[in-house]
């Protein structure tokens, strides 16, 4: 009777094994589409506000990497060519999702810096499932200034969110302490 069940435990073992890797192997992929910048400040588009709004989808995309999400890259031609215009993707989630679908992403996330003011500025995303063109959460983070570290916590708060609603594994980096010396 002991070997049927040490038997039956190496079985179950072996079942049980082989559902938990298939688990672990189905990684939640996301395409981050480029951000766009709404800025209705009096000096719109200044060169320093272009290059932050640029350097935000790569900034998203490290901090969704280092928390186990798969990264998929939307061919820019072909997001350039879905986009009827400024803020199109952003308010057609269907439009999106099917650009994303098509290059193999469960979510897309569509993005935009909003700038009212030069004293802030929000993140704002709207994050989709590519399959149905549902909304799953729509994200707004402020950030002050436009200093690239303050860019960077921001970024750090919307990857955050995003996880909670997907695999809730990110981890945000912990603050940077600084020394003052006299």
């Known amino acids: 009777m002991n070997r049927k069940n040490t038997g039956l435990h190496k079985l179950f073992g072996a079942i049980f094994l082989c559902f938990f890797s298939v688990g672990v192997c189905a990684e939640t992929s996301i395409a981050i589409l480029d951000f766009e910048l709404s800025d209705v400040t009096l000096a719109p588009g200044i060169p320093a506000e272009i290059e932050r709004t640029a350097s935000i989808k790569a900034m998203l995309e490290g901090e969704l990497k280092r928390a186990g999400y798969k990264i998929i890259a939307v061919d820019l031609a072909a997001q350039h060519e879905a986009n009827g215009g400024f803020g199109y993707l952003f308010n057609h989630n269907d439009v999106a999702a099917e650009l994303a679908n098509k290059a193999g992403a469960d979510y897309v ?74």
């Not at 590519?130 to 402020?142: K, S």
């Not at 303050?150 to 750090?156: C, D, N, W």
């Not at 955050?160 to 302490?177: A, F, G």
């Open 109 to 182: 996330l569509v993005g935009r810096l909003h700038k009212p003011s030069f004293l802030f500025a929000y993140l704002m995303g709207h994050l989709t499932k590519t399959h149905d063109g549902g909304l799953i959460e729509n994200y707004v983070v402020e950030t002050k200034g436009g200093d690239k570290k303050l860019t960077l916590k921001a970024v750090e708060t919307l990857a955050s969110k995003i996880d909670k609603n997907l695999d809730n594994r990110y981890t945000p980096p912990p603050p940077v302490r600084t020394v003052h010396t006299k």
